[in-house]
């Protein structure tokens, strides 16, 4: 069975690059992190990756390891087209991503077959094997942190939609009078609200000024583990801001429960450690919105953190060398 081997997994994102083999229950062996070097453009940062693969197929070789990997699962910031592997598009987080055939430059060079995957669906997907959602065919994945991220599980697969780029969670519109700015360059999506840069635009904008310039940092450099210290420590405002970001996810939530009717949706990234005052307050928004018969519906703190990403794009390996193959 395919799903009895190892794989190489890969999570390539703006800052930092994720390396590991991956063996059948769901353990990551070997791990290694690299920073990204993303000034140095598109084609340095693929050779970075070759060289992790090289180096993880290696230890997997070596006497006694018994973990020779099959095939290599990549998940990756951006979007991408998730047949042929190419980078449809990517911010400048990532300059000179956008139309990488990751795919094609891998599998030349390593020999191996390699599937590639936004980084927000294969953490999903690796949630749902693995994580908070194990076992469960149809589940939404969030991630909340700068921005929001997300990945729709149906049948214990991801579905890309049309054009390959299903999950764009973050953009869901929640203000149509649109009164703040996404970066995508719209107004009023969800992630100009939710998001930790939400959450802290949210303080400055209540918060008296004499506060903030106290805080010791510059606005521009405030984020929301100051901002969580901060509440925790009594600040009302501080309190309001993260309670109103639980608000408006709650809200986004109400929309993907309402359209997807799944087991149950997993929420990781950042915002997910700000604990029980914030999940309560989320789920308090979507049980008095949603349509009454999915009012239960569990809302869950991600649990498998920085792995969810390698775990997943594992998972995508094991299904496209195996289409059968849901490892459990």
């Given at each position: 069975?395919?799903?009895?081997?190892?794989?190489?997994?890969?999570?390539?994102?703006?800052?930092?690059?994720?390396?590991?083999?991956?063996?059948?229950?769901?353990?990551?062996?070997?791990?290694?992190?690299?920073?990204?070097?993303?000034?140095?453009?598109?084609?340095?940062?693929?050779?970075?990756?070759?060289?992790?693969?090289?180096?993880?197929?290696?230890?997997?070789?070596?006497?006694?390891?018994?973990?020779?990997?099959?095939?290599?699962?990549?998940?990756?910031?951006?979007?991408?087209?998730?047949?042929?592997?190419?980078?449809?598009?990517?911010?400048?987080?990532?300059?000179?991503?956008?139309?990488?055939?990751?795919?094609?430059?891998?599998?030349?060079?390593?020999?191996?077959?390699?599937?590639?995957?936004n980084d927000a669906n294969v953490m999903a997907l690796g949630e749902s094997v693995f994580g908070a959602g194990r076992g469960c065919r149809h589940m939404i994945g969030l991630t909340v942190g700068t921005g929001v991220g997300g990945g729709i599980i149906i049948g214990g697969r991801i579905y890309h939609g049309a054009h390959g780029i299903a999950g764009g969670i973050g953009h869901i519109h929640i203000d149509f009078r649109g009164q703040r700015q996404c970066p995508c360059g719209r107004y009023g999506c969800l992630e100009a609200y939710a998001s930790s840069q939400g959450i802290v635009?949210?303080?400055?904008?209540?918060?008296?000024?004499?506060?903030?310039?106290?805080?010791?940092?510059?606005?521009?450099?405030?984020?929301?583990?100051q901002i969580a210290a901060l509440a925790y420590s009594g600040d009302a405002d501080a309190w309001g801001a993260i309670l109103r970001g639980a608000e408006y996810l709650g809200v986004g939530i109400t929309t993907l429960i309402n359209l997807f009717d799944p087991e149950l949706v997993v929420v990781g990234g950042g915002i997910a450690n700000l604990g029980d005052p914030y999940f309560d307050r989320v789920r308090q928004v979507v049980s008095?919105?949603?349509?009454?018969?999915?009012?239960?519906?569990?809302?869950?703190p991600a649990q498998l953190g920085e792995q969810a990403t390698l775990v997943g794009a594992a998972c995508i390996a094991w299904q496209g060398l195996e289409p059968t193959c849901h490892p459990s």
């Open positions: 069975m395919v799903s009895d081997t190892p794989v190489v997994a890969i999570d390539i994102g703006g800052t930092k690059i994720a390396a590991a083999l991956v063996t059948p229950d769901g353990r990551t062996h070997a791990l290694v992190n690299l920073p990204t070097e993303a000034k140095q453009g598109g084609q340095a940062v693929i050779q970075r990756v070759q060289n992790l693969i090289d180096e993880l197929i290696q230890i997997g070789k070596a006497p006694g390891e018994c973990m020779i990997p099959v095939a290599v699962g990549v998940g990756t910031a951006g979007q991408v087209a998730p047949e042929t592997g190419v980078i449809s598009f990517a911010t400048t987080a990532l300059p000179g991503w956008t139309g990488m055939p990751v795919k094609d430059h891998l599998e030349r060079a390593c020999g191996l077959p390699v599937f590639v995957e635009a949210e303080y400055l904008q209540a918060a008296p000024s004499e506060v903030v310039e106290n805080i010791g940092i510059s606005p521009d450099q405030l984020g929301v583990k008095d919105s949603v349509l009454p018969s999915l009012a239960e519906t569990p809302i869950l």
